[in-house]
């Protein structure tokens, strides 16, 4: 089973946007256990502008689009060195992969981008993917990858995925009681079904932007979750068991 797993910023990273050692060591182990049971992993990772805040001793994501690329390019170089400590404490060695939009747009640069993550995951590395923000300029034009739910996608159906886990600080979809909602078998209602869209100062998504990668997922065949990074267990929640909500393949 080939499985696109992403984590938002706030999953990853304190408050201060100091990387959260401890969730990032969880979530590396659990990782490599699903790649111990078979399965091909590809692993999108928000955090590197978070970290480059709290490196940069700013109290919280700036508003410029020239701070941002800064705070990128100094956070990213902080949370990749971490990941490749981790997972080499595994046996398994990683390889960064930093996109934008335009790698997608065009179809002989989107199909090269599939091929190398092909590769990679053919040869045991697991490619460990973020949005270029040190160079992206999509925020200036509307349309950025929304703390990587967009882009998780993009990557689920481009290296045609089986399953997208989207790891987020709440234990799935809620409803209006605030009770998390199993499963989701059509988007009809969900507007009337879940709570209001909240985000984080560190990140730049919400639930909004899980839902539009979600219904995007599903609607080309992909299984979907969403689920707490910081509880759930992903080998249950990809044997079956009720973790966070799940999206079937067909649920539109």
Known sequence: MRIVVKVGTHAIAAKTGRPDYPALRRLVSQLCDLRKTGNEVLFVSSGAVAAGVEALGLKSRPADVNDVQMCAAVGQARFICEYERLFAGHGVKIGQILLTHYDFEDRRRSQNVRKSLDHLVKAGIVPIINENDVVADEELRGHAFGDNDWLSFLIARLVRADV????TTVDGLLGPDGRRIPEITSFRNVSRLVRADEKGRLSKGGMASKLKAVKAAVGVGIDTYIANGRRANLGEMIAGKAI????????L
Do not use: D, K, V, Y
């Open 164 to 167: 997208l886990i989207l790891l």
């Open 244 to 251: 966070g909500t799940f999206f079937p393949g067909s649920a």
